[in-house]
C-alpha cells in the first residue's frame, strides 16, 4: 500500500492539518473530561517543535474554534458507532484529511468497510505516515482518490474501491461544503440521497458570517481572509432552513439540523472552564436516505 513510483505525493492541505493540531490542542491544554481524543492526527502531522506557538494555535484565542472541531468530530463518530451498531457496515469520509478514526477506533472501524476520500497527492502522503508510524493500512481501509474542486465522479471511485451502491452506508462530510459551489453540493446531495435507504449523512455547514455572535465574528473573517489569500475560498453559507430545504430537494427521506447550541448541551454542559462551540458559526445536516 505505499506509493507507487508514479504517484504524485503532496503534503496535506493547512486546514487539514490545523484540524488535527486543535485537536491535539484539546488533549494538551484543555482539562478533562475531554469531549474528543486523538492525539493520533498531531503524529500525522508531525508539525515542527514551536507548533504551539503559531498564531492559530493560541489555547486561548482559539478555545471558540477548537470546541467546534472536536464537537463536530465527537458527533460524528457517536453517530458511526450508532449506525454501526444496527449493522451499518459501510463508512464513507468525504474529505478525510487527517482524520484518525481507523487507528483509534479499531474495535469499531474493523466492522465496516472504511472509505476516506479525498485527493491523491495528501492521500499517498498520508498512507507513507501511516506506514511510517507502524498502524499499517488494514484490508478494511480504502483510499479513494477524488478531486473534488476538479469535479471528479466520487461515487465511481467509491464502486472501484468496493462499495457496495445495495447496502446502506454512512457518509460524513465535515469542513467541506464552504470550498464547494452550491450546485457542487446539490449534487453531492443528490448522490448520496439515492444510497441504499437507510443511509446517513452527517455534513457540516457555516452560516452566513453576519448570523455569527459578534464576539466570534472577527475570527471568522480572518478564517475567510486566510482561505481566500491561501488560493481556497469559502464560497458557499447557508442558513439552517436553506440546508434543510436543499436535502429535501435532493430526495432525503428525514433531515435535522444540530445546531452547534445542541451539540454544547450534549457534550460540553457543566464544565468548569467554559469550552463551548460558539452557537451560529458552523452546524450540522443529518439526513436519511429512504424510497
Known amino acids: 500500500m505505499n506509493a507507487t513510483p508514479d504517484e504524485h505525493i503532496a503534503a496535506p492541505d493547512s486546514t487539514a492539518v490545523r484540524v488535527a493540531l486543535w485537536r491535539a490542542l484539546h488533549l494538551q491544554f484543555d482539562p478533562p473530561p475531554h469531549v474528543h481524543e486523538d492525539d493520533i492526527g498531531l503524529k500525522l502531522a508531525a508539525p515542527d517543535d514551536g507548533w504551539r506557538d503559531r498564531p492559530d494555535m493560541h489555547p486561548e484565542g482559539t478555545r471558540a474554534f477548537r470546541a467546534s472541531i472536536v464537537a463536530r468530530a465527537r458527533f460524528i463518530e457517536d453517530l458511526v458507532a450508532e449506525q454501526a451498531g444496527r449493522g451499518v ?46 498502524y499499517g493500512i488494514p484490508e478494511w481501509l480504502r483510499f479513494v482518490p477524488v478531486d473534488f474542486e476538479a469535479g471528479d465522479a466520487w461515487p465511481e471511485g467509491l464502486a472501484a474501491a468496493g462499495f457496495d451502491p445495495g447496502q446502506p452506508a454512512i457518509v460524513a462530510s465535515t469542513g467541506v461544503s464552504m470550498y464547494l459551489t452550491t450546485d457542487a453540493i446539490m449534487a453531492m446531495l443528490r448522490q448520496i440521497a439515492s444510497l441504499a435507504p437507510g443511509s446517513v449523512l452527517a455534513m457540516t455547514f457555516l452560516l452566513p458570517l453576519e448570523l455569527a455572535d459578534p464576539d466570534i465574528r472577527p475570527g471568522l473573517e480572518r478564517a475567510v481572509q486566510g482561505a481566500r489569500a491561501s488560493g481556497t475560498p469559502f464560497v458557499s453559507f447557508f442558513t439552517p432552513a436553506q440546508m434543510l430545504a436543499m436535502a429535501r430537494a435532493a430526495g432525503f427521506k428525514d433531515v435535522r439540523h444540530v445546531s452547534a447550541a445542541a ?9 468548569p472552564d467554559g469550552l463551548r462551540p460558539p452557537n451560529n458559526t458552523e452546524e450540522l445536516l443529518v439526513a436519511t436516505a429512504g424510497r
Open 263 to 271: 451539540l454544547g448541551e450534549r457534550y460540553f454542559a457543566g464544565r
Open 89 to 134: 457496515g459501510q463508512y464513507v469520509l468525504l474529505g478525510a484529511g487527517l482524520d484518525s478514526f481507523a487507528q483509534r477506533r479499531p474495535e469499531i472501524a474493523s466492522r465496516l468497510r472504511l472509505f476516506e476520500v479525498d485527493r491523491s497527492g495528501p492521500q499517498a502522503w498520508k498512507r507513507q505516515r501511516l506506514v511510517a508510524l507502524g
